[in-house]
């Protein structure tokens, strides 16, 4: 059964894979083995795919580097939980398709805990009950209705939210970027 | 050639109600005025490319869009984090990129011709009222000419080469008024730390830091204060344009790309430069900001001059300065590394490098060197650097257990001569040889 790993406030992308260890210094084949090569060593060796990550506020601060988000993807993560995400990296993760809900889970729940994560309704089960997910704000849930924003643009050569054949256009947006 | 978006045609977006600097640029690039909040589909003037993401870019564009870059001109590619090459696997990766720059007709700016952020301001590759992408989370230094720069990652980069175009939500706006003038040995980099700290590490995220400094700072300076927005989490860091801006380099700059009387801030800051001291980031969050002189006379094995940060002339003035006719402290090295080819000829033209050279100083390619810790200059652990960049984060320069300290150059070249954490003014107590 996936569990949770359990990480504090400000994850910095350094911490979630350090510059070094990019897939064009180290390869693209084992980059994802340095995932929080330093600050938890055991991570890559040990996380089972739906593993879920949650964090405290401002997960995935500085650099935009996309390996970072992408290493954790080819060790299969289910998702992350975090109260605030910063915002490039969220970008990263919504054009990666890795599930990010906007919920703040360190209290309720500790490393190790058994969990699953519904990625489309946003449930999760844990032990001893279960957390409905705040969703992602519409504009987004219809890119991520087609897996992520880049297989969205494949599809309708435009980006969620624009009007079809629109040169450029506008609409409101209820969340995140 | 024309870099940026074709002109508009017709008048201005019809606007309901006062807009920001980031709201005027994104209704200038989209088809209708929008507001904070809104989301906006919006031209892209630029797109830049650095080396160490450029095989994702090109997969992406090739295999997973099978797309070609749209405006071949409004594309560069930059060959700066690891430059020159320092593994097989990287000199492989720079050379896809010449490939792809040779086969599609994108700008390519190749090794030592310096940081992706300097080299592009130098090409007027970024210019008032532009929105310039980066594949680097500090392009939002554009905004020293108040052009919206943003960093985002591979994905959006080639989607955004692709079409011309790119998705954003309309930033609110933090706006932050520099009042009074500063002390000498103050500079912008004490400004942009201090910034930070009242900011916030997230003070900003999902916001544009709108700076209002009159006709202070030099564009150069300019430049620090918006390069370190995005370690408030901004989106965009636009200093209202004054200054040189308006008279050094030929900009057009647009009437409308001021703030409107009665623009909607969510949060209002002001920084009071004559009561600033300078300041210094320690390990390991950039808001984890203190006056120099609560650390002074921490020891220091490495000291770094450079970065987007503070690699510019300037920033090589201010440290010649210190350093002229004194030398680096024996049981410390000192890195310097000009930020690109054509602050490394102003540099060599007038004396400083040899001031720099003669002090000790240990001269780099002009790239970002050790900033990000992939090579010239890594760390050991249990290692102490002082460095003009941007991110003191655990491991960022190499081993977990070095630790890193932000500050500015001259305060980074007098912690060099006394081997320890130093003010400029320490620096009295070591005769300078005439």
């Given at each position: ?177 | ?27 200038q690039r989209g088809s209708a005025a929008v507001y904070a909040g809104d989301l906006a589909v919006v031209e892209v003037d630029q797109v830049m490319v650095v080396d160490s993401i450029a095989q994702s870019f090109i997969e992406r564009m090739e295999r997973d869009l099978g797309a070609v870059p749209k405006y071949p001109e ?39 011709r310096g940081i992706c952020h300097q080299v592009l301001m130098e090409e007027k590759l970024a210019q008032p009222g532009w929105i310039v992408l980066g594949s680097d989370s500090h392009s939002t230094t554009y905004g020293a000419v108040a052009a919206f720069g943003s960093g985002m990652g591979a994905t959006d980069i080639a ?243 070095a630790h890193i300290y932000l500050a500015s150059p001259a305060v980074a070249a007098a912690t060099a001569v006394m081997g320890r954490v130093a003010l400029p003014e320490d620096v009295a107590q070591v005769a300078a040889s005439a």
């Amino acid at each position: 059964m996936p569990r949770i790993w359990k990480f504090g406030d400000s994850v910095n992308t350094d911490d979630i894979l350090p510059g070094k260890f990019a897939p064009f210094m180290a390869g693209e084949d084992v980059f994802q083995t340095f995932a929080f090569h330093y600050v938890r060593p055991e991570f890559a060796a040990q996380v089972q795919p739906g593993d879920v990550l949650i964090g405290g506020r401002n997960w995935g601060l500085g650099s935009s580097r996309e390996y970072a988000p992408q290493a954790l993807k080819k060790l299969h993560i289910g998702g992350i939980v975090a109260p605030s995400f910063a915002r490039i990296h969220y970008r990263n993760l919504l054009n990666l398709g890795i599930p990010a809900f906007e919920y703040d889970l360190t209290e309720l729940l500790e490393d190790g805990d058994e969990v699953t994560l519904d990625a489309q309704t946003g449930l999760l089960t844990y032990a001893d009950g279960t957390v409905q997910l705040p969703p992602p704000p519409e504009f987004l849930r219809e890119a991520l209705k087609e897996g992520s924003i880049l297989e969205f643009f494949k599809k309708h050569g435009r980006f969620p939210g624009e009007e079809p054949g629109a040169e450029a256009s506008t609409e409101t947006a209820s969340a995140a970027e | 050639m024309t870099t940026g978006a074709p002109p508009f045609s017709g008048s201005s977006p019809q606007t309901t109600r006062p807009q920001t600097v980031a709201e005027k640029i994104l209704s200038q690039r989209g088809s209708a005025a929008v507001y904070a909040g809104d989301l906006a589909v919006v031209e892209v003037d630029q797109v830049m490319v650095v080396d160490s993401i450029a095989q994702s870019f090109i997969e992406r564009m090739e295999r997973d869009l099978g797309a070609v870059p749209k405006y071949p001109e409004r594309v560069s590619i930059v060959v700066d984090h690891v430059a020159p090459a320092s593994t097989v696997s990287v000199a492989q990766a720079q050379k896809e990129a010449r490939e792809y720059a040779a086969k599609t007709g994108v700008r390519l700016f190749d090794v030592g011709r310096g940081i992706c952020h300097q080299v592009l301001m130098e090409e007027k590759l970024a210019q008032p009222g532009w929105i310039v992408l980066g594949s680097d989370s500090h392009s939002t230094t554009y905004g020293a000419v108040a052009a919206f720069g943003s960093g985002m990652g591979a994905t959006d980069i080639a989607l955004a080469a692709a079409s011309g175009k790119t998705w954003l939500r309309v930033p609110e706006s933090v706006k932050v008024t520099l009042t009074g003038d500063l002390r000498p040995g103050v500079t912008a980099k004490d400004v942009a730390l201090e910034m930070i700290r009242v900011l916030g590490a997230d003070g900003a995220t999902y916001q544009s830091v709108e700076i209002h400094a009159g006709d202070r700072f030099t564009r150069g300076e300019r430049m620090t204060l918006a390069n370190l927005c995005v370690e408030a989490g901004a989106k965009a860091g636009l200093v209202v344009p004054g200054g040189e801006i308006l008279t050094d380099y030929g900009y057009d700059v647009p009437a409308w790309v001021y703030p409107d009387e009665g623009a909607a801030y969510a949060r209002e800051v002001e920084i009071d430069l004559s009561a600033l001291h300078p300041r210094m980031s320690a390990p390991s969050e950039v808001d984890n900001v203190h006056d120099v002189a609560e650390l002074r006379g921490l020891k220091v094995d490495q000291v770094f001059i450079g970065t987007c940060t503070n690699g510019r002339i300037e920033d090589l003035h201010a440290a010649a300065e210190v350093l002229r006719g004194r030398r680096v402290d024996p049981t410390t090295r000192l890195l310097v590394i000009p930020a690109s080819s054509q602050v490394m000829e102003e540099a060599l033209q007038d004396g400083t490098l040899l001031t720099l050279q003669r002090a000790g100083a240990v001269l780099g390619t002009p790239g970002c060197g050790p900033c990000m810790g992939r090579h010239q200059g890594v760390l050991a652990p249990g290692e102490v650097c002082v460095s003009t960049s941007n991110r003191n984060f655990i491991g960022r320069m190499g081993d977990k257990d070095a630790h890193i300290y932000l500050a500015s150059p001259a305060v980074a070249a007098a912690t060099a001569v006394m081997g320890r954490v130093a003010l400029p003014e320490d620096v009295a107590q070591v005769a300078a040889s005439a």
